[in-house]
């Protein structure tokens, strides 16, 4: 079965910095790998997605995110972040099945200091 | 832009009762779907919809859980006899079509508190 692996629970990074949210998964086919953002009291917003291609993915809001089949992994970046960025952030990965549901990490709480 | 609804945004019940969540997708779209995330844990897959059934659910997803497309634009999700356990925000979420490519678009969310 998929799983994804978020290891940092919560960041802080100044505003202005860059920012990057760590992302592994585990899936036997090519994944479909998404990251999504909550605000408080909010839906799961996407940023952006990968599914075949180019391996570096931009996305909304400034962002983008890099797959490596190699570490198994699908980092998310900011090169500099803006207070409004604070927000959980959720990678998932999505079943190769017609459901295509989504198994999703644990979150990373970002926070931004002005 | 369209977005998906639902409501109510917070539901307070007694252990037992039944409740009724509900949502209503982006009105062109084919798949169906319940998350649900208990506090300070993940967002974790229920069941998903389509051509008016099932076609996948998870462990989570009991006889104690139903859903339903009643008219055509509603997707419910009902909990018969509610548990303390079933505390959670509850999300829908929907997405156009079958390909990689369609990702799914989530609603704000239902927090259900059972007390």
């Known amino acids: 079965a998929q799983s994804v692996t978020q290891p940092d629970i919560h960041i802080t990074v100044s505003e202005g910095a860059s920012l990057e949210l760590r992302c592994n998964y585990s899936y036997g086919a090519t994944p479909y790998l998404f990251w999504y953002v909550q605000s408080p009291g909010q839906g799961l917003q996407l940023l952006l997605k990968?599914?075949?291609?180019?391996?570096l993915v931009q996305g909304i809001k400034g962002f983008e995110a890099e797959f490596k089949r190699s570490q198994s992994s699908f980092n998310l970046r900011k090169p500099s972040v803006h207070w409004s960025d604070a927000a959980e952030y959720f990678c998932a990965v999505g079943t190769s099945g017609s459901a295509r549901q989504l198994t999703f990490g644990s979150g990373t709480q970002l926070t931004v200091l002005p | 832009e369209p977005e998906v609804t639902q409501t109510p945004s917070h539901q307070v019940t007694q252990m037992g009762q039944e409740v009724i969540l509900r949502c209503v997708p982006i009105?062109?779209?084919?798949?169906f779907y319940w998350y649900r995330q208990i506090l300070g844990q993940k967002v974790e897959f229920l069941v998903s919809f389509y051509n008016n059934e099932i076609s996948e659910k998870s462990e989570i997803f009991d006889d104690q859980f139903s859903v339903e497309r009643p008219d055509g634009s509603n997707f419910t999700l009902k909990i018969r006899s509610t548990k303390l356990e079933d505390s959670a925000m509850y999300f829908c979420?929907?997405?156009?079509?079958?390909?990689?490519?369609?990702?799914?678009?989530f609603g704000p969310g239902t927090r259900l508190t059972v007390l």
């Open positions: 990968y599914f075949s291609g180019d391996t």
């Open positions: 979420a929907s997405r156009q079509g079958g390909g990689p490519q369609n990702e799914q678009f």
């Open positions: 009105s062109n779209h084919l798949y």
